[in-house]
């Protein structure tokens, strides 16, 4: 008996899926996707998106199709470097993530096509820009149809968008356990008030979510009314205009003062970013992962450099500064994230599969955690023997920076907390690192304070006996 | 009462395959939504068109995006 496993992560349509062969992401178009994809591809709207990188571009391949007996075609889709989910993204982020789904929408429209689904989770940050990667989320369009994904691009989109600029920007959070988008009836009842005089928001939001749990029923395979093309493209527009009058400002976050504040005069920045950089010139890395990066000052010495990097900070206020900077320097190699390492992005979904982890989904070939340690040690209450033990699974290369005990800032940590709960200095430091890296590197930057540490995995070191 | 309201919004849509059904719930209660404010939609749209077709010939506009 054959046994074919599809994917955890695309089980839901029936036009296709995604699955994974020899290390090379494949997605399978079914023979019931026949016609959409036909028409995608031939209408010129195929061209027409990836030409504005509004999809990702694929190729067709020869290779044996996952499950011959439904394949018509199998795709090789561009490689995007690392999957980012809605919850990890900024307020901006997630705003261009929204326009880029009614973009497409609109686009699709001229020719014939719309979106069959609007999930959040068909759209990934690629290059510097969010793109739809799902191929297979355009269907023929349905004149005199209402707009099947509607309620989804509500409940995906606008509703967090709506919280996150009107509630609290820490909302966004709510997508991690509302895998389908926030409900609408949930997201109304945390919106303030004022947002009921706002016309998009009470229109798509409040009235919408007041219907959401009728009892209606459309006729099988049967339309639940006349719904024209201007009707649609009025739809589209208004939720684009919606989307737009939403902002949030960072304002004065404490994390986005602390690189500017921080211990260290503009000399010794100078003098710390000059060392980040002799290092990634030495080991010249494929892929970085800047942990607690704050606004990216030190993760663009890897991007820069042409080297793909992900910044990760779990202050929404640094990740939307960051991104706001990729945005203007148009860069294609730095991806903020919000990540709290003390709590990150878990795998959730059907069997914990269907949404992964944020380690499972990448690894990168060196790891910077500037300035991070003494906030894993202290305000995490984690052994250095642990954190040393995580960075050691996480990546090869580490360039770590130690912050003393008499460090300002770490004085200020434990005056908090009235102690240290485990062993933290140098010696320590160096003893629990040592068991999992070697040192190849040592760069004191403060005198009698801060020091940066090239590591390299025990494990991937090369041989002596060679 | 909401089903009521369904049975008189609903009219003779084209012919389609039910395939996508299973793939999405596309939320009735969404589904007649829309339809009951496609005229709002369609004025709103037509109006901005009008709009935009106006700045066009006096400012020579052109559309981005």
């Avoid at chain 1, 793909?308 to 294609?332: G, H, I, L, M, W």
Wanted: aromatic share 10%; proline share 5%; net charge neutral.
């Amino acid at each position: 008996m054959t046994r074919h496993s599809l994917s955890a992560v695309s089980f839901r349509d029936p036009g296709g899926f995604v699955y994974e062969d020899q290390g090379c992401i494949l997605r399978q178009v079914n023979f019931l996707a026949r016609e959409h994809y036909d028409q995608l591809m031939k209408s010129g709207l195929y061209r027409e998106l990836t030409e504005r990188r509004l999809l990702i571009a694929h190729d067709e391949v020869d290779a044996l199709p996952r499950v011959s007996a439904t394949a018509y075609r199998v795709i090789r889709p561009e490689p995007v470097s690392l999957i980012s989910y809605p919850f990890e993204w900024s307020f901006s982020q997630y705003k261009d993530a929204a326009l880029l789904t009614l973009a497409v929408e609109r686009h699709a429209l001229r020719r014939g096509m719309s979106l069959k689904d609007c999930s959040a989770y068909n759209v990934q940050f690629h290059e510097g820009q969010p793109i739809l990667i799902d191929t297979l989320s355009l269907e023929q369009y349905h004149e005199g149809w209402p707009w099947v994904a509607y309620r989804q691009f509500c409940q995906h989109f606008l509703a967090p968008l709506a919280l996150m600029s009107l509630t609290d920007i820490q909302l966004g959070q709510l997508c991690r356990t509302n895998l389908d988008g926030i409900p609408l009836d949930l997201a109304t009842r945390l919106l303030p008030w004022r947002s009921r005089v706002q016309f998009g928001l009470s229109l798509h939001l409040h009235l919408h979510g007041l219907v959401q749990h009728s009892d209606a029923q459309t006729r099988e395979s049967g339309s639940p009314g006349r719904f024209s093309q201007s009707a649609m493209l009025g739809l589209i527009a208004s939720l684009e205009s919606t989307v737009k009058g939403l902002s949030w400002k960072p304002g004065r976050s404490t994390w986005v003062a602390y690189s500017k504040e921080s211990t260290y005069l503009p000399d010794q920045t100078d003098q710390k970013s000059r060392f980040i950089a002799e290092f990634l010139e030495l080991v010249r890395p494929a892929s970085v992962w800047d942990l607690g990066a704050n606004t990216g000052n030190f993760s663009r010495l890897a991007s820069d450099r042409g080297i793909s990097t992900v910044a990760f900070d779990f202050d929404p206020a640094c990740v939307e500064v960051n991104y706001r900077e990729v945005k203007k320097r148009q860069e294609t190699k730095l991806l903020p994230l919000l990540v709290d390492l003390l709590n990150p992005s878990p795998a959730c979904g059907w069997v914990n599969r269907e949404r992964t982890s944020i380690f499972q989904r990448g690894r990168p070939e060196m790891v910077l955690a500037l300035a991070l340690i003494h906030h894993l040690a202290i305000t995490g209450s984690l052994p250095l023997e642990n954190i040393a033990e995580f960075f050691s699974d996480l990546a090869p290369w580490l360039v770590i920076e130690f912050v003393a005990p008499d460090d300002s800032q770490v004085q200020r940590l434990i005056a908090q907390r009235r102690g240290v709960h485990h062993p933290y200095d140098q010696t320590q430091f160096e003893t629990c690192f040592n068991r999992y890296f070697s040192i190849q590197e040592i760069r004191p930057i403060l005198p009698g304070g801060r020091i940066l540490y090239l590591m390299r995995r025990r494990d991937d070191e090369p041989s002596s006996d060679g | 009462m909401v089903s009521w309201i369904v049975s008189l919004a609903v009219g003779h849509g084209p012919d389609v395959s039910p395939w996508f059904w299973a793939y999405l719930d596309p939320g009735s209660g969404s589904m007649l939504f829309q339809v009951l404010i496609a005229g709002l939609l369609s004025a709103l749209f037509c109006a901005r068109s009008a709009l935009f077709e106006l700045k066009s010939a006096l400012f020579g506009d052109h559309e981005r995006g």
